[in-house]
């Protein structure tokens, strides 16, 4: 049997978490559940929830300061997240400003979509089903 898996939670590895963060919290009501500030005050780790969506965010320098071999395994990943959504319309305007990868477009496959890059540099999608 395989093993039964729950949730899953990506850890983004980035340069600056707080940026991050005001992405989820001020655009869509994402709420901070854990935060962990570095010698400087900076935040080295944070996560965010809302409903049962959770994002998480590591610097790249706390990585790199954990495990100094992790250096080359950070260069070239990339990460792009798929949200479903009820309403369009309201996502696509609390994304207004957020830099655009692809516009709001219509799929083949029945969804109606728009994605933005998050100031960590990752690329998220949002989908509404239906209508």
């Known amino acids: 049997m395989p093993p039964?898996?729950?949730?899953l939670t990506p850890v983004m590895v980035v340069d600056r978490v707080e940026p991050c963060?005001?992405?989820?919290?001020?655009?869509l009501?994402?709420?901070?559940?854990?935060?962990?500030?570095?010698?400087d005050g900076a935040l080295i780790f944070a996560s965010a929830k809302k409903d049962s969506i959770e994002v998480m965010y590591q610097t790249r320098a706390s990585v790199i300061a954990e495990r100094p071999d992790a250096e080359a395994e950070l260069t070239g990943h990339s990460i792009a997240l798929f949200l479903t959504v009820e309403d369009i319309d309201a996502t696509e305007k609390a994304l207004a400003g957020a830099?655009?990868?692809?516009?709001?477009?219509?799929?083949?496959?029945?969804?109606?979509?728009?994605?933005v890059r998050e100031p960590g540099?990752?690329?998220v999608g949002?989908?509404?089903f239906g209508g």
């Open 121 to 123: 540099g990752n690329t």
């Open 4 to 7: 039964v898996l729950r949730q």
């Open 99 to 115: 830099p655009l990868v692809k516009a709001r477009h219509r799929t083949f496959y029945g969804s109606t979509e728009i994605y």
């Open 126 to 128: 949002f989908a509404a």
């Open 29 to 39: 009501g994402f709420i901070v559940d854990n935060q962990v500030p570095g010698p």
């Open 21 to 27: 963060l005001a992405f989820w919290v001020d655009r």
